[in-house]
Every structure is written in structure tokens, then in C-alpha cells.
């Protein structure tokens, strides 16, 4: 079965300085990774994808994520925080070649504060 | 801008009485899930749909809800009859398997709903 963990359940940082959230998924096969971001009433908007190549991915407001596969992991950065990252993080981990397996697993959430 | 609608965004209702929450999907997608978020479960899947077929509702209580995809254009969720547990934000999100775009789920904002 797919699962993932995020260990920090709450992580608060000050404006400016660097992020990292962890992500550990367990997949029995290649997985497809992401990451969504939640802010408070709305959806969830997809930040970064992994589906394969390099594992050093790029997303979207200045994200990134590094793919490991020795270590299950799937860590999302950012090297300088805005107040406007303020959110909540979702990682997710899925297959690509059809039926159950577009199923995604999300993580429970990592929160992020950012302090001015 | 294509987006996944969810109406309505909010439904407060007695205990009892049925529930309708409805979706219209991205244009083109044909894949469709839908979501339960709570507090201490996270986010859970309740049920995938693709090509309007239901392929996978084993996350839903098969009593009190039922999901539904009556054209490719609507999908609908109901609880009939709600109790208070079912008090959640359920999410739509929609999908594409054509190869460029396998397993992004784009999300909805979310039905809040609570059930007095």
C-alpha cells in the first residue's frame, strides 16, 4: 500500500529565511510525487510534480524539490520565505499507468507561519 | 483561467436531511475524485471516476453516500441521510490521462459543510 509522511506537523520560520519540508513516501513501484500548497478556505494548488529525470525539480513561487530514492523522500525548499508562503503543504505520492493507480496518497500537512 | 467549480461553497443542515454537493470538472478532463478533509483524518479519498465510470468509491460509506457522474460536464456527491460526523470540506478534483498530463489532480475549493 501507498502512503506518506510528513513529520512536522507545524513548522514556523521568519521572513527571509530558508524552508525545507520533509516528505517519506512508500511506493511499491516508481512513484509520481507532488507537492500542493493549501491556503486557508481554497483548494489545493498544485506547487511541483515528479514523474521522472532529473530529480531536482522546479515548481511554481520559487519552489523546489529533490527527489531521493535511497531514501524514500521527496523534500520540498525554498531558500527565502515570503509572508505570502504562509500555508499549509500537502505531499502526495501516486502511479501514472492507469486505473487504481491514479489514486494519489496525500500526507497529513505540514502548516507553515512566517514570522515578519 | 480553467478551474474545477464546486457549488454550493457552503451548506449548514440538520441531521437527517440530504445533501447534494456538485462539481463541474476542467473541459476536456475525464478523470474525477472526490475528497473528504477533517481535522484529524486529513484528506481521504472517497471515490475516482474515470471516463464517468466509477473505478474505485471503497473510501465512502456505502449506506449514506452516494457519487454520481450523470454527464462528463457533472459530478455529484450526496449524503442522504447526513449525521454530524459527516460535518467536513469536500473537495473535487479533476484529471486528464493523456500522457503530458497524467495524475495532476486539479482541486475545487471546497464545499464546508456542517451538519447540526
Known amino acids: 500500500a501507498q502512503s506518506v509522511t510528513q513529520p512536522d506537523i507545524h513548522i514556523t520560520v521568519s521572513e527571509g529565511a530558508s524552508l525545507e519540508l520533509r516528505c517519506n513516501y512508500s511506493?511499491?513501484?516508481?512513484?509520481?510525487l507532488f507537492w500542493y500548497v493549501q491556503s486557508p478556505g481554497q483548494g489545493l494548488q498544485l506547487l511541483l510534480k515528479?514523474?521522472?529525470?532529473?530529480?531536482l525539480v522546479q515548481g511554481i513561487k520559487g519552489f523546489e524539490a529533490e527527489f531521493k530514492r535511497s531514501q524514500s523522500s521527496f523534500n520540498l525548499r525554498k531558500p527565502s520565505v515570503h509572508w505570502s508562503d504562509a500555508a499549509e503543504y500537502f505531499c502526495?505520492?501516486?502511479?501514472?499507468?492507469?486505473?487504481?493507480?491514479?489514486?494519489?496518497?496525500f500526507g497529513k500537512g505540514t502548516l507553515l507561519t512566517v514570522n515578519p | 483561467d480553467a478551474r474545477v467549480t464546486q457549488t454550493p461553497r457552503h451548506k449548514v443542515t440538520e441531521m437527517g436531511q440530504e445533501v447534494t454537493m456538485r462539481c463541474q470538472p476542467i473541459l476536456g478532463h475525464n478523470t474525477v475524485f472526490w475528497y473528504r478533509q477533517t481535522m484529524m483524518q486529513g484528506l481521504e479519498l472517497l471515490a475516482y471516476f474515470r471516463n464517468r465510470a466509477p473505478l474505485d468509491d471503497s473510501g465512502m460509506p456505502k449506506d449514506r453516500f452516494s457519487a454520481e457522474m450523470p454527464d462528463a460536464t457533472l459530478a455529484t456527491l450526496k449524503i442522504q441521510p447526513s449525521e454530524p460526523r459527516d460535518s467536513a470540506v469536500y473537495f473535487c478534483a479533476s484529471g486528464s490521462t493523456h500522457l503530458t498530463r497524467q495524475n495532476i489532480q486539479y482541486f475545487g475549493a471546497g464545499t464546508r459543510l456542517s451538519v447540526l
Open positions: 511506493y511499491g513501484a516508481t512513484p509520481y
Open positions: 515528479y514523474f521522472s529525470g532529473d530529480t
Open positions: 502526495a505520492v501516486g502511479g501514472g499507468s492507469g486505473g487504481s493507480n491514479y489514486k494519489l496518497t
